[in-house]
């Protein structure tokens, strides 16, 4: 047994000193003053939670393992808070079989420091128009189907993907991305484009695509997905189609949350991902979805890589920021400390959202009988974001030097402290 002393944890909406007692992997007692002569850590007064859920990550392995691993990727989540997250597909092998899926489910669970869940490739190596077995990786394992990095390119390729995903029960999963709209872009276009003379890539590229899909979501039924989500169309066709009762939900990353293409000065590749960072209105855009509740989930799309290639010119760095390690002091500090949202919308959009969605057997309250999967933050003491500090491989993020509040201090997986700051 072991018990964490003089912890704040939510309880109706107010912050409140408790004492949490762990058996095994389970909490079996939250109170008050609990004396109990066991293995103690002491949380002098730091914020505990449930432990932070991220659907969309990139752990590299197999296939990248210079850029992560899943033993780095997962130490990097405990590191941000994580307890669970969903890795995607575009590894080397891709998992687009059920023996894939059950090879790497395997790896994952030998390797990885959180629950690391995985998801399947919609159709061979991210890209064949002929769709994968998703029945046979959903009985593998798989939670949830997607091409990540690769937009699905044909309606009829997405429609049979879709009528798989719905017979098994799993969501499937848009990263949107129009190929014949591209023209080598690979900032947004707009007037920032225009001022660096670097490619632009047009929003349309991905509203257009999502308007397509969100008509096929609705004739199949399925539980369609919209991966980080960043334009203001966007926002207004989910808004749309979830008042027409299509089972769509959406994920908005922390960065399109908090910069816009003029945050990008010069050619600097720690600004380049995809989608690209939008312009200011699609960034109020997208906070006023995730406000509303249009915008279900946070998701970081963790997507570490290697300095050499992050350090070449924008238009040849591969696309992708790391944020497992900053995502919940950035959001913290920036949505719920200016007084945007508060802790309790914040940690909604980060935990109880992605389980319910992904219906993820994890914990969303610190009460008996849950889980022992929690993190503590200090919410007093500010801290700069340093990469030096990093678990991941990845030291690729624009964040570098933010000063943010919301450190993790520590990290319960399954009732085992896995990750403690020094
Ligand atoms: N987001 C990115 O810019 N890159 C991701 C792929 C993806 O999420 O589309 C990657 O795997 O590096
Ligand atoms: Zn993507
Ligand atoms: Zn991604």
């Known amino acids: 047994m072991q018990l964490i002393k003089n912890a704040k944890i939510l309880e109706d909406s107010h912050l409140v000193t408790r004492d949490v007692l762990i058996d095994g992997k389970k909490i079996v007692k939250v109170s008050e003053n609990n004396n109990l002569k066991v293995d103690t850590f002491d949380a002098k007064g730091a914020f505990l939670s449930s432990g932070l ?27 941000g808070g994580f307890t669970t997250v969903i890795a ?16 790497q489910i395997k790896l994952n669970e030998t390797n990885g420091t959180v629950h690391v869940k995985q998801y399947g490739a919609v159709s061979a190596d ?21 091409n990540d990095g690769k937009g699905v390119q044909t309606a009829d390729t997405m429609l049979q993907a879709m009528v798989a995903a719905a017979k098994a029960d799993k ?6 991305e129009d190929d014949s709209l ?27 695509q999502l308007a397509r899909d969100l008509m096929l979501a609705k004739a199949t039924g399925v539980h369609y997905h919209v991966a980080h989500i960043s334009t203001k169309e966007s926002v207004a066709l989910v808004r749309i189609a979830k008042l027409q009762g299509v089972n769509v939900t959406a994920e908005v990353s922390p960065h399109h949350l908090l910069l816009s293409d003029t945050d990008i000065k010069g050619d600097n590749a720690l600004f380049k991902m995809n989608p690209p960072l939008r312009s200011q209105a699609d960034r109020q855009a997208v906070l006023a979805g ?36 900053t995502s ?67 030291k690729n993020t624009p964040f570098i030097g933010w000063q943010v509040y919301g450190n993790t201090l520590a990290t319960w997986v399954d009732g085992q402290l896995v990750y403690q700051s020094l």
């Open 126 to 146: 991210l890209i064949a128009s002929k769709i994968s077995d998703i029945s046979g990786m959903s009985a593998a394992g798989a939670v949830a189907f997607s």
């Open 290 to 325: 995730l406000l509303d509740g249009t915008i279900d989930m946070i998701a970081t799309d963790h997507a570490p890589h290697g300095t050499a290639e992050k350090n070449k010119p924008f238009r040849e760095a591969p696309f992708g920021i790391t944020g497992i390690e």
């Open 328 to 394: 919940f002091q950035l959001l913290y500090t920036h949505l719920v400390r200016s007084g945007v949202m508060t802790l309790e919308t914040l940690l909604q959009r980060m935990i109880s959202a992605p389980i319910a969605s992904f219906k993820l057997e994890a914990p969303t309250e610190i009460k008996p009988g849950e889980t022992a999967d929690l993190a503590l933050f200090d919410l007093e003491h500010q801290k700069t974001i340093s990469v030096d500090k990093f678990k991941s491989k990845g």
């Open 53 to 79: 859920v991220d659907v969309h990550v990139h752990f590299r392995e197999p296939g990248f393992d210079y850029k992560e691993t899943i033993a780095t990727g997962s130490q990097a989540a405990a590191r």
């Open 182 to 208: 591209l023209h080598g872009g690979v900032m947004n276009a707009g007037k920032q484009s225009k001022k660096l003379e670097i490619p632009g890539i047009t929003g349309l590229a991905e509203s257009s």
């Open 171 to 176: 969501p499937l999963v848009a990263h949107l």
């Open 88 to 103: 995607m597909p575009n590894l080397n092998p891709v998992p687009d079989t059920a023996e894939r899926i059950a090879a």
